[in-house]
């Protein structure tokens, strides 16, 4: 089969690999729709330290398609839910089940993960049938690839409470921003959207968002305390890695309020902030980290029900063989989500 490798910094190739096997109580699946996530432009970039071991590997964790073959499992397992033929969405994260974090049901930190389902840029893949969510018909295998991002989105949104007519500010409108503007919406919130690129914040309003801080022209953090009375946010998510935007999260709190790190940041900054900041407002800082697997099923549920609409998150499709322009694109901050369909 053909599949996509990375060599190195901004060396990424298409070649021609032994198609995967799949193991007992494992599925192979031909893959139809893979999502370019930040993550994976930090291993292209070589912003993320030890992103240079395990080289050449096939990237991609945000993959959809068809189930082709199914090996049932070992011994006295029950028959697998899953068939050929069934279109399907792979959860990469492998928890036990059985450590300390998973017993406390803490299942994005568990002891033990595995990386089970990767390699998504290529025509086939590999994924534990438990691992497998089957696709109502109607969810297209481009939309099902949004389950892991929207995952993450799901768990930064339940770490950071937000009510009825809440101020909520999102710091960042890329596809990930304007999945956290969404539940924002969905949960109530009055919300204001800061970004400095004018086609983000284009895609922000059309989504519903209430305002929206044009970051190259204004000063968020003014300009939030405006829209709000002088209050400041109810909640806030950053949703870009930098410090900067993590410095106007924090200023941007109200009394009482709540202020989610959502993206990790690469090369780590350090920031310098008064803590009277926090101590007098009484702000709840908090971070997030990937998701649990129950997030994984409600973020399908979300996308089947168009309770968040992932399509208009889609601005550049590429087939397999164009992979590369697809993470120059991403790299570029160009348009929003850029998606790779190695089946078309
Ligand atoms: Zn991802
Ligand atoms: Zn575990």
Redesign the pocket.
Known sequence: MKAARLYGVRDLRVEQVEDPRPGPGEALIRIDAC?V????IRSYLGTRSGGGSGLPRTPG??WAGVVVEVRPPADGDPEPAIKEGDRVVAD?RYVCGRCYQCRRGVFNYCEHLRRAVRGGFAQYGVAPISQLRRLPNHVSFEEAAFC??LA?VINGNEMTPMALGNDVVVVGAGPIGLMHLQLALRRGARTIVSDPLAARLQAARSLGAHDVIDASLTDPVARVKELTEGRGADAVIVAVGAGEAARQGLEMGAINGRVNFFAGTYPPVELPFDPNLVHYRQLLVTGSHDFTPHQFSTALKLIQHRIVDVKRLISHRFNLDAVRDAFEMAAGRGGLKSMVLPAA
Do not use: A, L, N
């Open positions: 999502g996530c930040p993550s994976d964790h945000e990469w892991e991002p993450c």
